[in-house]
């Protein structure tokens, strides 16, 4: 299985808080640098945050402040903590490797942020 598996996503009100998670294979995750991506109706997918595999991280300017990215190297597991969500950053939410492994995309789990 190459693809992650994305989980975390729901409904939640504008300000409100969610944590989103990846289960990735060790062949992908591992030395990886790692990315969250997102992607709302007509739009291009964009990357939002990531991660070196020594914790070095970067952010989109939208979500400076508001999002953190970690990751478990020991589990494989890729982490989103998102506070003060806006309506606007309802979408599908993937990880990835940064840059991105075309066969690397999996379902995304979905943000509903509510106004």
């Known amino acids: 299985q190459v693809q992650p598996v994305e989980s975390g996503g729901g409904l939640v009100q504008a300000g409100g808080s969610l944590r989103l998670s990846c289960a990735a294979s060790?062949?992908?995750?591992?030395?990886?640098?790692m990315g969250w991506y997102r992607q709302a109706p007509g739009d291009q997918r964009e990357l939002i945050a990531r991660i070196t595999w020594r914790h070095d991280t970067s952010f989109a300017d939208s979500v400076k402040g508001r999002f953190t990215i970690s990751r478990d190297n020991a589990k494989n597991i890729l982490y989103l903590e998102m506070n003060n969500l806006k309506p606007e950053e309802t979408a599908v939410y993937y990880c990835?490797?940064?840059?991105?492994?075309?066969?690397?995309w999996g379902q995304g789990t979905q943000v509903t942020v509510s106004s």
């Open positions: 990835n490797t940064a840059p991105p492994s075309r066969i690397a």
């Open positions: 060790r062949n992908l995750f591992s030395g990886s640098t």
